[in-house]
């Protein structure tokens, strides 16, 4: 007898043989009789709501039946109906344990495999069912109470509720169907992850790697983030795979950083590139990575002058003296559109 089949009346079903319509049965339970009324060999005898509910949880109790016919013939011991049942009106409890992902907060690493654990008090055995909801879909897993009255359910996939409030049910029924009151906990749905970026400047003033910058111990690469990276974040800037890394800062309304790296390395990297990244995480623990990459040139070749060649010969005579005079230098390693100056008698 459960706690549910207690709150209402309960009904003895008796048959028997032999026994004329009309004729009473009577039921004794817990010290008390009952009667029914014949009918084709069955008779129905009510037992009331209140004398459920005056019987004890866990114990034992037998219904005897009784009838005589209308000869006075009453009822033979070996046809005496005696039938036992054991009393559970104890409703189990059940709670869900206090911090869901550590947190009670879901971020998108753990929303496609979020365990809802617990313990069940009076239900060993029984199936936990657990619904989540963001208030419009349901997604719903099971568990198993252990002997300890531990459970933890199936891994559920929540990626697809709305982010905010999802509230989570548990409920579970005893072997005799005493359902407990249902626990339940509100958590939060964040798995929208952090927007980042970042931009490398150029390697040097004119991004081309001279013979003094590669010589140098330290070259600055240097840069700004966007997006909700954070100051603070750590940025890590790689070349010929070695990685140096500095935080994040502000500069007026930019967020900036400033790594140095060694002028070998710049030399050695065959890619000519530089690495950045810049990892970071939000309130709810959703992280990203944002890269970039700068493409460098080298010019280590000093430049030289050839030759330099006066129009006018090794001697200046007093006609050439009348006009310009064109000096021709012939250079080599040097590009277009850079400057020869000439030095003569304290001029350039």
Same mark, same amino acid.
């Given at each position: %007898?459960?706690?549910?089949?207690?709150?209402?009346?309960?009904?003895?079903?008796?048959?028997?043989?032999?026994?004329?319509?009309?004729?009473?049965?009577?039921?004794?339970?817990?010290?008390?009789?009952?009667?029914?009324? *014949?009918?084709?060999?069955?008779?129905?005898?009510?037992?009331?709501?209140?004398?459920?509910?005056?019987?004890?949880?866990?114990?034992?109790?037998?219904? =005897?039946?009784?009838?005589?016919?209308?000869?006075?013939?009453? %009822?033979?011991?070996?046809?005496?109906?005696?039938?036992?049942?054991?009393?559970?009106?104890?409703?189990?409890?059940?709670?869900?344990?206090?911090?869901?992902?550590?947190?009670?907060?879901?971020?998108?690493?753990?929303?496609?495999?979020?365990?809802?654990?617990?313990?069940?008090?009076?239900?060993?055995?029984?199936?936990?069912?657990?619904?989540?909801?963001?208030?419009?879909?349901?997604?719903?897993?099971?568990?198993?109470?252990?002997?300890?009255?531990? #459970?933890?359910?199936?891994?559920?996939?929540?990626?697809?509720?709305?982010?905010?409030?999802? =509230? *989570?049910?548990?409920?579970?029924?005893?072997?005799?169907?005493?359902?407990?009151?249902?626990? =339940?906990?509100?958590?939060?749905?964040?798995?929208? %992850?952090?927007?980042?970026?970042?931009?490398?400047?150029?390697?040097?003033?004119?991004?081309?790697?001279?013979?003094?910058?590669?010589?140098?111990?330290?070259?600055?690469?240097?840069?700004?983030?966007?997006?909700?990276?954070?100051?603070?974040?750590?940025?890590?800037?790689?070349?010929?795979?070695?990685?140096?890394?500095?935080?994040?800062?502000?500069?007026?309304?930019?967020? *900036?950083?400033?790594?140095?790296? =060694?002028?070998?390395?710049?030399?050695?990297?065959?890619?000519?590139?530089?690495?950045?990244?810049?990892?970071?995480?939000?309130?709810?623990?959703?992280? *990203?990575?944002?890269?970039?990459?700068?493409?460098?040139?080298?010019?280590?070749?000093?430049?030289?002058?050839?030759?330099?060649?006066?129009? #006018?010969g090794p001697v200046l005579s007093a006609v050439e003296a009348r006009t310009a005079g064109v000096v021709r230098v012939v250079t080599t390693d040097v590009e277009d559109g850079r400057l020869v100056t000439v030095a003569l008698n304290g001029q350039s």
């Amino acid at each position: %007898l459960s706690a549910v089949e207690a709150r209402t009346a309960g009904v003895v079903r008796v048959v028997t043989t032999d026994v004329e319509d009309g004729r009473l049965v009577t039921v004794a339970l817990n010290g008390q009789s009952y009667t029914g009324v *014949v009918s084709g060999n069955n008779a129905s005898v009510a037992i009331p709501a209140s004398a459920l509910q005056e019987l004890t949880s866990g114990q034992n109790y037998s219904l =005897t039946a009784n009838v005589s016919d209308a000869a006075g013939n009453a %009822l033979t011991a070996t046809a005496s109906t005696s039938t036992s049942f054991a009393v559970n009106t104890s409703v189990p409890t059940i709670t869900i344990a206090a911090n869901v992902a550590g947190d009670n907060r879901v971020n998108a690493s753990e929303d496609d495999a979020l365990v809802i654990s617990g313990t069940a008090v009076g239900a060993n055995g029984s199936t936990i069912n657990v619904a989540l909801t963001d208030g419009i879909t349901v997604v719903n897993t099971t568990a198993t109470v252990s002997t300890g009255g531990a #459970w933890s359910a199936t891994a559920a996939n929540i990626s697809a509720l709305r982010n905010g409030a999802i =509230t *989570v049910t548990a409920d579970v029924s005893d072997a005799s169907g005493n359902a407990a009151v249902a626990a =339940t906990r509100t958590l939060q749905l964040d798995n929208v %992850l952090p927007s980042a970026s970042i931009v490398i400047d150029s390697v040097t003033s004119d991004n081309v790697l001279n013979l003094a910058e590669g010589a140098a111990a330290t070259v600055t690469i240097t840069g700004t983030v966007g997006g909700e990276v954070a100051v603070g974040d750590t940025v890590t800037v790689t070349v010929n795979n070695v990685s140096e890394t500095g935080t994040v800062s502000q500069s007026g309304s930019a967020k *900036v950083f400033s790594i140095n790296v =060694t002028g070998a390395n710049l030399l050695a990297d065959t890619d000519r590139t530089v690495d950045a990244r810049v990892i970071t995480t939000d309130a709810a623990g959703n992280s *990203v990575t944002a890269t970039a990459t700068r493409v460098y040139t080298l010019d280590q070749v000093a430049p030289t002058i050839a030759t330099v060649t006066a129009d #006018w010969g090794p001697v200046l005579s007093a006609v050439e003296a009348r006009t310009a005079g064109v000096v021709r230098v012939v250079t080599t390693d040097v590009e277009d559109g850079r400057l020869v100056t000439v030095a003569l008698n304290g001029q350039s």
